[in-house]
DNA sequence: GTGCTCTACTTGTCCTATCGAGTAGACAAG
DNA sequence: CTTGTCTACTCGATAGGACAAGTAGAGCAC
């Protein structure tokens, strides 16, 4: 009997626009047929060309503005966060400095330390037991007036307590690794998990994220040999950056 | 007169339910409410629950199964996808056979080779002419039953031609550094650039990705020096993998 | 010209309703 | 005990309607 199934009409819909979108019939800030025009064109309800444009808010290709209409997005990650790729060169300040410095913008951030205590997770990214004393810093990083990126480091109080970088900000050397370098801890690696997911809604607001945009969730772990000395959460918006690692390849072993 | 703007229903039943989530009241597996109690608990129509819960779903919180009910899901990215994490080693096979035999798994793939030209696109990551000859390759590799990684590398032909790596698979060597190594030309670095974005739909298709999880889209680039010679898309779950990369920080230069 | 209001158009929120389709358990038939 | 069927419950798809709220342009008052 194997009746056909066929697809429901809003996925039909939002495949059509899509189609007009990837084949260029529909370009980036190109406003789509308003809702009552969908309706007549295929001879559908509200609710259904509702769903089908919601479809595609999803996939980050349209967005839609009460009052305006729906547009199609632009794709277009500008700005480039750059890892491993120092030319062999110890860095001297922040990577987020020098990112913005290479592309000839300012880089501006607002931070907040406080004094508090590991968590479980936490703790084991560091090594160190639950409820040992750490450093924590909120960073908010700006690109001109928009926030780009979100970011929340730890630092074990054991390593750093009483000494002139017990505060990450605020003194006269600025960079994980030459502030580490200034106490005669010198970092050898640093490693980076990489994750993605939507955003949750204070990063949403926080970082202006439009619907259907997810945000890449980085955990960053510096090390001294197989130490770590600080461990860090950050938040990107994935339509505003892409993460670049350039990884050498060691030559072969002499036998 | 400033009329307090409420904000609407649908909203503030899924911040409940999120902070529910959040809080552990309802851990991963449990069954939310039907929509019929989630209605009468709430006192609102079918539509505002069923915005609700979508809204969470598109957050990756929950999994909606029709006929049997809404589900917290299981935040578990169980895979790790390790880069420049070689402890000197020059690699002797693929990353993904490497990754896979280091958690006990068996690493299977399907592959399709084809004779094409560059696209404008691939030209220039490859330093190449547009429409110059390059043999492209799809990929889907697996880990036991569910395909969990999609690939397209592209190899100038002027490069390979004639040689016993023309075809990427299926020769002696595996591997991209080993299959270069074996004509001469030793690898010297690979740069990977990062990026999140909904799934297309074929994409959602053949790695069977849950409503709501982003994918990761990886840009990978191998270099014999400044020469690209090999370069590659590939497209990763993010509910699945996590991305790690182990970056040296090299030691200060002597004055 | 500047500023205001009015209006038409757009998407947002929410309602009642109906039928379809997938699931799982109860239960009868073998 | 196994198998098939029935049924209650679940979410999926779609219709048609109402009012709210944000936007932009026309046109009027100054």
């Given at each position: 009997m194997a009746t056909f199934q066929e697809r429901p009409a809003y996925v039909q819909i939002a495949d059509d626009i899509r189609r007009q979108i990837t084949d260029g019939a529909l370009s980036a800030g190109d406003k789509l047929p308003s809702e009552q025009e969908l309706m007549a064109d295929y001879g559908v309800s509200r609710i259904v060309v509702r769903m089908a444009v919601e479809v595609l808010q999803n996939e980050g290709l349209v967005l839609k503005q009460q009052g305006r209409g729906t547009f199609v997005r632009e794709q277009r990650p500008v700005r480039q966060r750059i890892m491993g790729d120092l030319y062999g060169k110890r860095p001297t300040s922040s990577p987020m400095k020098r990112a913005a410095e290479a592309q000839g913008r300012r880089s501006e951030w607002e931070y907040q330390s406080r004094r508090t205590t590991a968590t479980k997770a936490i703790a084991e990214r560091l090594n160190i037991a639950a409820s040992d004393p750490v450093m924590r810093t909120n960073y908010r990083f700006f690109a001109g007036e928009e926030a780009v990126m979100l970011s929340t480091s730890y630092e074990p109080l054991a390593l750093t307590?009483?000494?002139?970088?017990?505060?990450?900000?605020?003194?006269?050397v600025t960079g994980v690794v030459p502030r580490f370098d200034s106490i005669g801890?010198?970092?050898?690696h640093v490693t980076e998990d990489v994750n993605a997911r939507a955003p949750r809604p204070y990063e949403a607001e926080a970082l202006d994220i439009a619907p259907g945009v997810p945000i890449m969730a980085i955990i960053r772990t510096y090390f001294v040999a197989d130490r770590p000395v600080e461990t860090c959460d950050i938040v990107v918006a994935s339509d505003r950056y892409t993460l670049t690692y350039n990884v050498p390849i060691p030559p072969a072993e002499a036998d």
């Open positions: 307590e009483g000494t002139p970088i017990e505060q990450p900000e605020g003194g006269a801890l010198n970092i050898t």
